[in-house]
C-alpha cells in the first residue's frame, strides 16, 4: 500500500502512518468516546486495534527507509508546529470555556467529557505532524 518499487517503506509513508492516519483514527475515537453506548465502545476497541497495527507495521517493518537529515528536519519542524498551534487552540478553549460558558451557568458536567477531548487532543496533534510534514516535504 505505501510501498515504493522496491517494497521499501518510505520514510514520508511511515511518518504518514505513524501520525496522520493514527490521528484521525483517535479523533473518531474521542468523538465516539462522547457517546456511551456499546457501538462505541466497540468503536474504540476497533480504533485501538488500527492503531496498534499501523505502528506495528513501521516499527517491525523489515524494509524500510532511514531517515535523512531534511525528513528528520521537516519532522522536527512539524511537531513544534503543531505544538504551537495545540497551545493556542488549549488556551482558546480555556478563554471560551471561562469568559462565555461558565457566566452562562449551563450547568454541563464537564468530567464527562475529559476523556474523549483527551482522544480527541491526542489526534489533532497527529493529524497536524502529519499534515505539516506532508507539506514540508512537498515543497
Not at 456511551?36 to 523489515?62: D, E, I, N, Q
Not at 475529559?114 to 507539506?135: D, E
Request: hydrophobic share 60%; net charge neutral; aromatic share 14%.
Amino acid at each position: 500500500m505505501f510501498k515504493s518499487k522496491k517494497g521499501v517503506l518510505r520514510y514520508a509513508d511511515q511518518v504518514k502512518r505513524l501520525n496522520l492516519f493514527i490521528g484521525i483514527i483517535w479523533i473518531f475515537a474521542g468523538i465516539a468516546g462522547m457517546f456511551r453506548s456499546v457501538v462505541s465502545s466497540v468503536f474504540l476497541v476497533l480504533a485501538l486495534c488500527f492503531s496498534a497495527y499501523f505502528m506495528f507495521s513501521v516499527f517491525f517493518s523489515k524494509n524500510k527507509e532511514e531517515a535523512d537529515e531534511m525528513a528528520i528536519a521537516h519532522e522536527n519542524k512539524a511537531m513544534s508546529l503543531s505544538f504551537l498551534i495545540m497551545q493556542i487552540l488549549l488556551v482558546l478553549f480555556c478563554l471560551v470555556k471561562d469568559a462565555i460558558l461558565d457566566p452562562m451557568d449551563l450547568n454541563i458536567d464537564y468530567s464527562r467529557y475529559i476523556v474523549p477531548s483527551i482522544f480527541i487532543l491526542m489526534g489533532l496533534m497527529g493529524l497536524l505532524v502529519g499534515v505539516v510534514f506532508h507539506r514540508l516535504e512537498a515543497e
